[in-house]
């Protein structure tokens, strides 16, 4: 079988954190999925969906017609709008949540339907744009909601592992803050390097590394898709990996080397940019996670203590 690459993002799969209990106590209140991230995930499928002939799906409805060009139009629709309205209403934080978004882009498809004839291609390419709408939002929300139950455990497994990391990355700072300012140091860092392994290091710089928008880059490599929703990631990608699977080698010594270990996070890089198109929002965040993946492997690999600063103190 061929391979081919699905041209919605597997970032459907599970976005935002939410807590472990698929039925939380009333005290416990499950923590919300951020619309604003939620409605831009769903656009950025819609605004990159190819047709069979290569075409973006989106192109007839990027702009609405003009008026000079289109009279006609504005005398059957009385409320025009298009994707550039809807890309600056998600740039400015409009929707407050995803069915505010559904009610513009169904706007969008009834003025279209309106206006033109069902045999014209504008009028096909509204209802599949439908289609995609609302199978790639319930995809998302359930996808969300199946890894809200699963997410915690991850969380779990590694959360001592990640609280010592943190604590090790701080007393670090401190040291070379001391180091810098000329004092004879002998910090908790030290320990605490020694305490935590390089394998649990690198898989916390991954846990904790986030975009310029301060938005976390592993949420949607923490699980792999549902084998039963999504069967076709299983036909395209032959080494499927996720962070749960590597939390696990981890705390089983599965690896014997870092480099091992680096295989496997370059992997699941690779399998999210093989299976997603090249622009969607997981396919960046698995380029910006291949540099970090690397960029910390030979930090942690040569000394654990950032370049610069301290080499000094190293050498």
Not at 98 to 106: R, V
Not at 165 to 188: C, L, M, Y
């Amino acid at each position: 079988m061929s391979k081919r690459r699905r041209t919605s993002s597997v970032a459907s799969r599970q976005e935002e954190e939410t807590d472990t209990d698929s039925t939380p106590e009333p005290s416990r209140k499950r923590k919300k999925l951020d619309p604003a991230e939620l409605c831009q995930q769903v656009y950025d499928v819609i605004r990159s969906h190819k047709k069979e002939d290569g075409a973006l799906l989106c192109d007839s409805f990027i702009r609405a017609p003009k008026r000079r060009q289109e009279p006609g139009y504005y005398e059957v629709v009385s409320n025009p709008i298009d994707l550039l309205k809807v890309q600056q209403k998600l740039k400015t934080d409009e929707y407050e949540d995803i069915d505010e978004l559904s009610a513009d882009i169904q706007l969008m498809v009834n003025n279209t339907k309106a206006f033109y004839k069902r045999t014209s291609q504008e009028y096909k390419d509204a209802c599949e744009l439908w289609e995609l709408f609302v199978g790639t939002k319930s995809r998302l929300l359930d996808s969300l909601e199946e890894a809200s139950e699963s997410k915690g455990k991850i969380i779990l497994k590694v959360g001592k592992l990640a609280r010592r990391a943190a604590a090790a990355a701080e007393a670090r700072k401190q040291d070379v803050e001391s180091v810098a300012e000329g004092e004879n140091s002998e910090s908790s860092s030290i320990a605490l390097d020694e305490d935590m392994n390089q394998y649990e290091e690198l898989f916390t710089a991954v846990m904790m590394a986030t975009d310029p928008d301060n938005r976390s880059l592993h949420t949607v490599f923490q699980l792999l898709p549902s084998k039963k929703r999504y069967p076709e990631y299983y036909e395209v990608i032959e080494n499927p990996v996720d962070l749960k699977i590597i939390a696990t080698k981890i705390q089983q010594n599965k690896y014997t080397t870092l480099s091992e270990m680096e295989k496997d996070l370059l992997q699941m890089t690779k399998n999210a940019c093989l299976f997603n198109e090249p622009g969607s929002q997981i396919y960046k965040d698995a380029k910006a996670l291949k540099k970090i993946i690397t960029s910390k492997k030979i930090e942690v690999e040569h000394g654990k203590f950032v370049p610069g600063k301290t080499s000094e103190r190293i050498r």
